[in-house]
């Protein structure tokens, strides 16, 4: 389904369709027309793939700058919504999200630097690549500084990548020293506070 709306999109590039990606005036309008390009799929692709039982789903996040405006994230739903990255929702993630997300909710914030956010984001599919053997390298990272207009940060990290081998053990030590570092269990706790409430009540 993914691959289907890619190919739409290029089609409408290739032929010079009156709307395309080149045409449309705002990010909130391309995050839409992407949006009716998946829709447009799974009506061409959706009754056949249930009757083989498959759910014919796919969502996008779509990023970047229209020169003279903001640069804006949107995720795009396989229904052709979407919403749009904000000062409350700082990430957007789509695929495999239970395993690394507690780590992009515990530090991201709309004011995180670019380069902490990068960090960020590669701990959390490392510790998605850690729980769940179906998700693994190549990993794709691209980095957008704003009114840029070009792409002038990107990372192919290959399985055995040395950067991703050196992150992972020095996370997995910091990991269990925070742990080492956090007090035992009181398992007398509930006793004391409940003997401690008796006397006061009697």
Request: proline share 4%; hydrophobic share 40%; net charge negative.
């Amino acid at each position: 389904m993914t691959q289907g709306a890619v190919n739409e999109l290029h089609k409408d590039l290739k032929v010079g369709a009156d709307i395309n990606l080149h045409t449309l005036p705002a990010m909130s309008d391309v995050a839409r027309y992407i949006g009716s390009k998946i829709r447009h799929m799974a009506e061409l692709d959706g009754p056949w793939l249930k009757k083989d039982g498959i759910e014919g789903k796919c969502s996008m996040i779509l990023g970047g700058q229209i020169k003279g405006q903001e640069p804006e994230v949107f995720l795009i739903y396989s229904q052709g919504n979407c919403i749009q990255a904000a000062a409350e929702t700082p990430f957007l993630q789509i695929g495999e999200t239970k395993y690394g997300k507690p780590i992009l909710d515990r530090v991201l914030t709309f004011e995180t630097s670019l380069d902490a956010a990068a960090k960020c984001a590669l701990l959390s599919i490392d510790s998605t690549m850690k729980s769940n053997i179906s998700v693994g390298p190549p990993i794709n990272l691209v980095m957008y500084t704003r009114d840029r207009l070009t792409i002038d940060n990107r990372l192919v990290l290959r399985l055995g990548d040395p950067y991703l081998a050196q992150m992972r053990k020095m996370w997995e030590v910091s990991l269990n020293q925070a742990f080492d570092r956090i007090p035992d269990i009181n398992w007398q706790y509930n006793l004391e506070t409940d003997a401690a409430e008796k006397m006061i009540i009697d």
